[in-house]
Nanobody, 122 residues
Framework: QVQLVESGGGLVQAGGSLGLSCAASGSIFSITTMGWYRQAPGKQRDLVARISNGGSTMYADSVKGRFTISRDNAKNTVYLQMNSLKPEDTAVYYC????????????????WGQGTQVTVSS
């Protein structure tokens, strides 16, 4: 079993900053890609940013220049630093891990965290 636990959400005023973290556990040997997605009420879940185990990153256009994704492979943890937050960034943020190798022979295509609420007030 692989578990992802997110932390760091909350309420912030527009223009402020928040940091999210997501730690994966479960005898993990490696994770190829880790990322953050978000889902606002009544909308689909969209990619925010993702990072490979080699450090390559990709961002949604709406967050480029404001958000920074990073990861610590030794800790199986991914981070999202969010600056210059806007009310439209309000959503539940989910962590996702892809291509997870566990123990000697376990493998999972992906796993999701439970989500953490980010609310940006105007």
């Amino acid at each position: 079993q692989v578990q992802l636990v997110e932390s760091g959400g909350g309420l912030v005023q527009a223009g402020g900053s928040l940091g999210l973290s997501c730690a994966a556990s479960g005898s993990i040997f490696s994770i190829t890609t880790m990322g953050w997605y978000r889902q606002a009420p009544g909308k689909q879940r969209d990619l925010v940013a993702r990072i490979s185990n080699g450090g390559s990153t990709m961002y949604a256009d709406s967050v480029k220049g404001r958000f920074t994704i990073s990861r610590d492979n030794a800790k199986n943890t991914v981070y999202l630093q969010m600056n210059s937050l806007k009310p439209e960034d309000t959503a539940v943020y989910y962590c996702r891990a892809e291509d997870i190798r566990q123990g000697k022979s376990g493998w999972f295509s992906d796993a999701w965290g439970q989500g953490t609420q980010v609310t940006v007030s105007s």
